[in-house]
């Protein structure tokens, strides 16, 4: 019965004990409330996973492909009403929206071709030496197989794409692994409509029950749960330091600890080099106020930390940037919470010792809106503290201007890790700084030359997480096909016989897949 994995999830009209969609350009309330789950429709979700498991992880990577393609078709079915339910909860407008449909239904195929194509499991095989002497070598084969159930938290700042169908459920469901949603509180409609799909393609596909459901409550108990059950085997997780770390601890204090890929904060420093800087200061100003309140600063990319060294070309382009800025009218932020967030940190920031705000911070601030904002601070009063490398989630940033290249070596040094770092410079200037990029390469899951960090590709070269804080785990990313390796854990069958092998590591290769045999890549059989 696949129209039940919306588990603890339903519609009620009665009353206002449950929780309520809310729009935050508005604070319209939907008449219809949803009802939190159950602790009984907790543990259901949980029990159908793990049954579910059994099924689900022996099914075909062609058949787990077409249930990845059929969710992306229910999701575009669902046309115009989940693109205004998703802007009405999340006050985007429709073309972020639509485009966002656009990139978790591309993500839902991605994987699919991944799935049919094979090499992603890595298979290995060493073939035995029976006369190897002084003793024989057996045969060993080894190959990624699936986790377990995974948990997913999705997030505030992408109601489609990092969200119920979105990047962590797709590469989840890609590996073989049941699927249970916490559902963020900002986006219930939305959730409701994208869960409904994919129950759908499920049914379709003839995939297991309980290889996805959703649930959602108030307050932090159904994630604690959910994350101490015993039959979770991964969680993946966006949104805020505090939050990430508090369910990765949870995960690593449980009799059997289970990995948390959390990414969390990051303020995507830039730094701006000298010639560059000097033939370009004005588009470089203007580039980044883009950058800065692009989706109302709502990015994990977001660009926090402009870096350059002081003098007249830093102080020119200060200038351009804060009256770009300056220009720019606020919007409303994702939620209430998140807007009330944004002007509590960058309150905070701006009153820390040498930090001048360089903008003029707009009077007429929408519902739940933000106003846009630059400050710009010295590198020795950034150095002295750390509070300045917070984020700021929303359209916030500081420049921190450095005396010498010295000074910049000390920043970079002491920057915390890092989704993204980038470098604006001319050739010459990333021959005289190539010492620093070298030392930022340490501190960031992607180096970016001359562009924006806003905006990620989703495709086999992208790194989306990075050293502490940026993420839990610095090994792996959560936006790309590699994100799949987070939900896969290496097996090796030893001395097996061809019928108790998967497919990807039997002699015959039945589907051509790319391996290693004996230390060559081939696609080829034994
Ligand atoms: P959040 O507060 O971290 O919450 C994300 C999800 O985790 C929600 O479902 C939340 O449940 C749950 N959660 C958080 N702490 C928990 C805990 N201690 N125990 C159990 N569950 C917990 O993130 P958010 O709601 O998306 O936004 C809040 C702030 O996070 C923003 O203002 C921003 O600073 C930051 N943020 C950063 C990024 C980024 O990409 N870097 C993205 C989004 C948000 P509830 O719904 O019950 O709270």
Redesign the pocket.
Same mark, same amino acid.
């Given at each position: 019965m696949h129209g039940k994995n919306r588990i603890g999830f339903s519609l009620s009209n009665q009353g206002a004990t449950g929780l309520s969609s809310f729009n935050p350009a508005t604070a319209e309330i939907r008449s219809d409330q949803f009802t939190g789950a159950t602790q009984e429709e907790t543990e259901s979700a949980m029990q159908k996973a793990e049954s579910a498991f059994d099924t689900y992880r022996n099914t075909t990577p062609d058949q787990r492909a077409q249930f990845l393609e059929a969710i992306a078709d229910e999701i575009l079915n669902l046309g115009d009403e989940l693109v205004q339910t998703a802007m009405q909860e999340s006050a985007l407008p429709e073309g972020r929206i639509v485009g966002e449909r656009g990139r978790t239904m591309g993500q839902l195929k991605l994987f699919a071709s991944l799935l049919r194509e094979g090499s992603w499991v890595e298979a290995t095989i060493d073939t035995a030496q029976p006369n190897r002497e002084p003793l024989p070598k057996p045969d060993i084969r080894k190959m990624l197989r699936p986790l377990g159930p995974v948990v997913v *938290?999705?997030?505030?700042?992408f109601p489609l794409a *990092?969200s119920t169908a979105g990047g962590d459920t797709a590469s989840a469901l890609a590996a073989g692994c049941p699927v249970v949603v916490?559902?963020? #509180? +900002?986006h219930l409609h939305t959730n409701e409509l994208v869960s409904d799909a994919i129950s759908r393609a499920a049914e379709k596909t003839g995939m297991p029950d309980g290889v996805y459901s959703s649930l959602a409550?108030?307050? =932090?108990?159904?994630?604690?749960t959910l994350?101490k059950h015993p039959k979770t085997k991964a969680v993946a =997780?966006?949104?805020?330091?505090? $939050?990430?770390m508090?369910?990765y601890k949870?995960a690593i204090e449980r009799d059997e600890p289970i990995p948390v890929f959390a /990414?969390? $904060? +990051?303020i995507n420093p830039v730094i701006f080099l000298p010639k560059k800087l000097n033939a370009e200061k004005e588009a470089l100003a203007k580039t980044y106020a883009g950058s800065i309140t692009l989706g109302v600063g709502? *990015?994990?990319?977001n660009p926090g930390l402009l870096i350059g060294l002081e003098g007249s070309d830093l102080d020119q382009f200060s200038t351009t940037l804060a009256s770009e800025i300056s220009g720019i009218q606020p919007s409303a932020m994702? #939620?209430e $919470?998140?807007a009330?967030? =944004?002007n509590k940190?960058k309150e905070s920031s701006l009153t820390q010792n040498g930090v001048k705000l360089i903008s003029s911070n707009s009077v007429e601030i929408p519902r739940n809106g933000a106003s846009p904002a630059v400050a710009r601070v010295s590198a020795k009063d950034f150095l002295a503290n750390p509070n300045l490398q917070e /984020?700021? =989630? $929303?359209p916030y940033s500081i420049v921190v201007s450095c005396k010498d290249q010295a000074e910049l070596d000390q920043v970079i040094a002491q920057l915390h890790g890092q989704?993204t770092i980038t470098f604006m410079g001319s050739d010459d200037d990333f021959k005289s700084f190539e010492t620093q990029i070298h030392s930022a390469e340490k501190k960031t899951g992607r180096l970016i030359y001359n562009g924006v960090p806003t905006g990620v590709e989703v495709c086999g070269s992208m790194q989306h997480g990075g050293p502490f804080p940026a993420a839990t785990d610095s090994r792996f990313t959560s936006v790309g096909s590699d994100a799949i390796k987070r939900f896969a854990r290496p097996v090796a069958y030893q001395s097996a016989p061809q019928t108790m092998l998967p497919d990807e590591l039997k002699d015959n290769n039945p589907n051509n897949v790319w391996r290693e045999v004996d230390g060559q890549r081939t696609n080829q059989g034994l």
């Open positions: *938290f999705t997030a505030s700042n *990092f916490k559902a963020h #509180n +900002s409550a108030d307050g =932090f108990g159904l994630g604690t994350v =997780f966006t949104g805020s330091l505090g $939050g990430g508090a369910l949870m /990414e969390m $904060g +990051s709502q *990015f994990c990319t994702l #939620n $919470g998140i009330k967030n =944004f940190n /984020e700021v =989630f $929303g989704l």
